[in-house]
């Protein structure tokens, strides 16, 4: 699928691609969820996350605590309060750091409240996309606060991008599950 660079298609990519995880997450045994990903050394020497996240939890988190930089990130623009999308001491070099922050944040967190965490802070977003008009998620300008992107990038990247991220770590766990 194309990156999405209208609103319909914004919505349809989100929705969709949050329905597929779930059918995914609801394919998968209670066991399945709730055990530590193996991956053996399959993902060695690839991209940090393939480490730091253990299980489906992990998974979950992750997509919800990007779900409130964007949510987090639009409200405090939109009352005047100037704030980057990561948050200080965070840069886009950087924010590899933010995530395990994040997943130590969590490790207290169930399985069960994360799914509905994640659940809610989608719905949320959804709803946050359909405050906005077409050209004021896609059209460059409309908000300074976004730079030199768009609102509708930064909702494609923590929405449908980042679900397709989250079904391939699930997938992988799938393949390598062992009863």
Not at 70 to 96: C, H, I, M, T
Not at 128 to 150: M, Q, R, V
Not at 159 to 174: N, P, Q, R, V
């Amino acid at each position: 699928m194309a990156r999405p660079t209208t609103k319909p298609d914004l919505l349809k990519a989100a929705n969709g691609e949050f329905e597929k995880m779930w059918e995914l997450i609801d394919s998968m045994t209670a066991d399945e969820q709730k055990a530590a990903f193996d991956f053996g050394n399959a993902f060695a020497g690839k991209e940090a996350h393939w480490e730091r996240d253990k299980n489906l939890r992990d998974v979950l988190v992750h997509l919800y605590e990007w779900h409130q930089l964007l949510l987090d990130w639009v409200e405090s623009n939109q009352k005047g309060e100037q704030k980057p999308f990561l948050p200080a001491p965070y840069n886009w070099r950087s924010y590899g750091q933010m995530n395990v922050g994040f997943w130590e944040k969590h490790q207290g967190t169930s399985l069960h409240d994360a799914k509905e965490m994640v659940k809610e802070s989608h719905e949320t977003i959804i709803k946050l996309i359909n405050h906005f008009s077409n050209d004021e998620l896609f059209s460059k300008g409309i908000f300074p606060w976004a730079g030199t992107n768009t609102v509708g990038s930064y909702c494609v990247s923590t929405t449908a991008s980042h679900y397709g991220w989250a079904m391939k770590k699930i997938k992988a766990h799938k393949k390598t599950y062992k009863c």
